[in-house]
């Protein structure tokens, strides 16, 4: 008898077996990437973070601004700009559940928040938890009938995909920045950089969906690259990285065909959300117009996304503060009410998903059939074959080394 995903007995990974590989054609493989770590070398990690984030929050920010008058900025909104700042925050919430929706049509809008909700809590609490937060994120899908083969697609196209976005974001927030100021060479040089990265990223992005030997030298310099960062972090070298990729190929292509417009305009709609609830932020600590401008905000925004592509601390804590509190006092405006903005904007962001993830977490352990009330049914044999195919150490390897790197759809701030 088949175990519904909502009863006792269904085939439900608990968060206790994250770290235990399970192989099989209809679950695949919990990325080994989360399996095994070294504990000198993640207490290194996370004294680190830790000392960067209390060095940003105690000595640096109180040089634009006193807690105090952070607090007082705070307290002075009134609760229509409180209740704009709420809706902001919950739409680009919700912008990022649509995001994996697009990529994976099988999953409903509830799924796709329980496993957005449930990483990012892992991402945002966790020094460098990327890969652990992946392994959330897997369990989740896998357990309502999400591929190995699927899950490994979705991570890199919508990895992929969010790179695009925040090579993209410097550009467009030059050209509107020259409508309201002068930008300045920071933003220029990233401006310049990202659409550099950008142009040589798509042309190789296509080239390896229309070239077959393109995709084999590709396959080939990727073999060598993981090989050399594998070294480096003291980790096996996956196997037979090449091999994978024509299979990549062909399921990628396959989707961006079907659904690459959707991908594209829930990309772009959940990094564009993400703004608003900055610019709706300032605007509701009292910032005009005219102390800073719309397109000013876009511009920080820009230029932070792309400076916190590499995730140093837990969902870019203290360095975006820092960042965009830099950005935006530097024509001499209010420190405070600057500061104050930008700590609400964090505050917004960043806090909700944890207990919210910790809720969504319980729920998918406890209670599935709130979540997903379908059975679970065997995948059929030809389906089988390409998720065994992919269920090796070096498809999931490969994605639990990246995605990190990618910021995929969970670690947005």
Not at 340 to 364: D, H, S
Request: charged share 10%; hydrophobic share 55%; proline share 7%.
């Amino acid at each position: 008898m088949t175990a519904t995903a909502g009863s006792p007995s269904a085939s439900v990974p608990s968060p206790e077996r994250l770290a235990v590989p399970r192989t099989g054609p209809d679950r695949g493989t919990v990325p080994p990437a989360i399996a095994r770590s070294r504990p000198g070398r993640e207490f290194v990690r996370t004294a680190v973070s830790v000392a960067i984030v209390a060095a940003i929050f105690g000595f640096a920010l109180p040089r634009f601004a006193s807690y105090g008058s952070v607090l007082s900025s705070m307290s002075a909104m009134t609760w229509p700009q409180a209740l704009l700042v709420s809706a902001a925050a919950a739409a680009s919430m919700a912008s990022a559940w649509i995001v994996i929706c697009s990529v994976l049509p099988s999953i409903r809008l509830r799924e796709a928040a329980v496993a957005n909700l449930g990483s990012n809590a892992v991402a945002n609490t966790m020094p460098a938890g990327g890969a652990l937060a992946m392994g959330v994120s897997w369990a989740m899908l896998s357990s309502w009938g999400v591929s190995t083969a699927d899950y490994v697609l979705y991570t890199m196209v919508s990895g992929i995909w969010n790179v695009f976005a925040r090579l993209g974001l410097p550009v467009l927030a030059l050209l509107l920045l020259v409508t309201a100021s002068r930008p300045g060479a920071g933003l220029i040089v990233a401006a310049g950089v990202g659409l550099a990265l950008l142009t040589a990223a798509a042309a190789g992005l296509g080239l390896l969906l229309r070239s077959e030997s393109f995709a084999l030298r590709a396959g080939r310099a990727l073999q060598r690259m993981v090989a050399v960062a594998c070294r480096l972090a003291r980790r096996p070298v996956p196997p037979d990285v090449a091999g994978r990729l024509p299979g990549f190929r062909g399921r990628a292509s396959a989707l961006i065909a079907a659904r690459g417009w959707r991908i594209t305009a829930a990309t772009a709609a959940s990094n564009l959300t993400l703004w608003l609830v900055l610019l709706a932020c300032l605007r509701g600590i009292g910032l005009s117009q005219a102390q800073v401008p719309w397109q000013t905000s876009l511009a920080a925004f820009a230029f932070v996304r792309l400076l916190t592509v590499l995730p140093i601390t837990p969902g870019g804590l203290g360095i975006t503060e820092l960042g965009l509190i830099a950005i935006l006092t530097a024509g001499q405006r209010d420190g405070a009410q600057v500061t104050a903005a930008v700590l609400l904007y964090r505050a917004v962001t960043y806090l909700p998903p944890i207990p919210l993830g910790a809720i969504a977490c319980l729920t998918w352990r406890h209670a599935p059939a709130l979540i997903h009330a379908k059975p679970v049914l065997p995948q059929p044999a030809h389906q089988a074959e390409t998720v065994a195919a992919w269920s090796s150490d070096a498809g999931l390897r490969l994605a639990g080394q990246v995605s990190p790197w990618f910021v995929v759809g969970r670690r947005r701030r």
